[in-house]
């Protein structure tokens, strides 16, 4: 397993921190690609942000109240090594499914 | 085809003594320990590309290679395709091997220039006295929901190129022997790795390419599965869509051969007569968009060598004539089962006049 670690985005045009408003997953919770991970409030407006991968939860950085710093840490996913980095989903494997069938005369000419 | 005149840059690898010689590996793994062999063969190789180094790369294909040969001949490199391809050109002319990575296809873009006017010419524009032994690895395809730029097909577009060489593998045991082979080639190869099939696993007979190969190159196409009534045509991710194809059709008492075409440039001629000589069917199914796809160009060498006796004009299931799509669409653009059974009909049903 390989650990990856999320720093706060830019939230808006160019601003500089945010403060954490709620917590809305744990150190040892699989998250799931695009799911809610904290709310966060910047001088523009309250957000939540999506998990960039699918993970297990290892730190979160702030609790409420605090503030962080665009570019420092806010989480630390734990994810297999082989999809470590991945930009995208590892395709599933899956029994092939059909709605088409064939029919034919093979008359040999 | 030039020859190379560098020193060990066509060590054979004759001497890779692989006992117990099948193995069960994914592609990643298979693509890895090809790296790894070409690395400890052949000391003027040199790996490079964004995130290569350290991290191992995104897809993890050069893994622990830095650790291993050390950051001299495995490194990280700017994000700028444009230099790495460039500075692969430099390293050739300086008798290295570079086996440069651009992290996804559509960033290969921004180095078209160095790979279409420097890397693939400079052998003719010195008159063989400044070969390109340059095997660009380019993750390519789509599969994979990523965002724009990382799942483009850009077969057409390198094949259209005079002076390269291309090549897709559809398996681990595809993906080990021709990495291995195009990089002891003397001339620059593109090397496309079908990215949604990284992960799956399956046997690689590290000593034999091809059965009873007697030690021969891997090169040409490949019969993945013999049929008799229809040949199904594919390279890269979308062969192991036609075996399912093949598998399907079996049900419905269609026997159909597939052919994985490997090296896409320079293309296999003899083996798609061969092959649909005896079938006198064919369909060709790509990933990439219709108009001017590789598929026109593998239909029409169908068509010159089997006119005679084609049952039906060569049917292409591609991707859409439109910019790769979000992840959301991409199994409407990708040539799914059903399309490719339709296209298949629409050839069985085929009547003359």
């Not at chain 2, 690395?39 to 897809?59: H, K, M, S, W």
């Not at chain 2, 500075?87 to 440069?100: D, E, R």
């Not at chain 2, 990933?287 to 006119?307: D, K, R, Y």
Request: with cysteine; net charge negative; charged share 25%.
């Amino acid at each position: 397993m390989a650990e990856i670690s999320f720093p706060l985005p830019d939230l808006g045009e160019g601003l500089i921190e945010a403060t954490v408003l709620e917590w809305l997953v744990a150190p040892g919770d699989q998250v799931e690609r695009n799911q809610p991970l904290v709310e966060v409030e910047t001088t523009k407006s309250a957000v939540e942000l999506p998990s960039p991968q699918a993970g297990k939860v290892v730190r979160i950085h702030g609790g409420p109240g605090d503030k962080i710093n665009v570019g420092e840490p806010l989480i630390v996913l734990e994810v297999p090594d082989n999809t470590a980095g991945i930009v995208g989903t590892v395709p599933k494997e899956e029994a092939p499914k059909r709605r088409v069938r064939l029919s034919a005369v093979l008359d040999e000419d | 085809m030039s020859n190379s005149t560098l020193e060990g840059g066509a060590a054979a690898s004759t001497s890779a003594a692989t006992p117990a010689s099948t193995t069960v590996m994914s592609m990643q793994q298979a693509l890895n320990r090809a790296l790894d062999e070409v690395l400890a063969e052949n000391p003027r190789t040199l790996i490079f590309g964004e995130d290569c180094g350290r991290l191992g790369g995104v897809f993890r294909i050069t893994d622990g290679l830095q650790a291993k040969h050390g950051a001299q001949r495995v490194f990280d490199t700017p994000l700028a395709e444009s230099g790495i391809l460039g500075m692969s050109v430099g390293l050739a002319m300086a008798g290295f091997h570079p086996i440069p990575e651009v992290q996804f296809d559509g960033f290969a873009y921004p180095a078209v220039n160095q790979i279409v006017c420097q890397m693939a010419r400079m052998n003719y524009r010195s008159r063989g006295t400044m070969p390109m032994p340059i095997t660009l690895r380019v993750p390519s395809f789509g599969g994979i929901r990523a965002p724009e730029h990382h799942g483009e097909s850009l077969e057409a577009l390198f094949a259209h190129v005079p002076g390269l060489k291309v090549v897709s593998p559809s398996n681990p045991h595809e993906a080990y022997h021709l990495l291995k082979y195009a990089a002891t080639r003397p001339d620059p190869v593109i090397f496309m790795e079908p990215k949604s099939r990284y992960w799956q696993k399956d046997d690689v007979d590290l000593a034999h390419c091809d059965a009873n190969d007697d030690g021969a190159s891997p090169t040409g196409a490949k019969v993945q599965r013999e049929g008799r009534h229809l040949t199904l045509v594919a390279w890269g991710a979308m062969v192991a869509r036609c075996l399912q194809v093949a598998g399907l059709a079996a049900e419905d008492g269609i026997d159909i051969e597939v052919l994985d075409l490997r090296w896409l440039k320079p293309i296999d001629a003899e083996a798609l007569a061969a092959s649909v000589r005896k079938t006198r069917r064919a369909v060709v199914v790509h990933e990439a968009p219709l108009t001017s796809g590789l598929g026109a160009e593998v239909a029409q060498l169908i068509t010159q060598s089997c006119f005679d006796t084609l049952k039906a004009p060569v049917e292409r299931v591609t991707g859409f004539d439109v910019p790769y799509p979000s992840g959301d669409l991409e199994d409407e653009y990708i040539p799914n089962i059903d399309r490719i059974l339709f296209g298949i009909q629409r050839v069985l049903e085929y009547k003359r006049g």
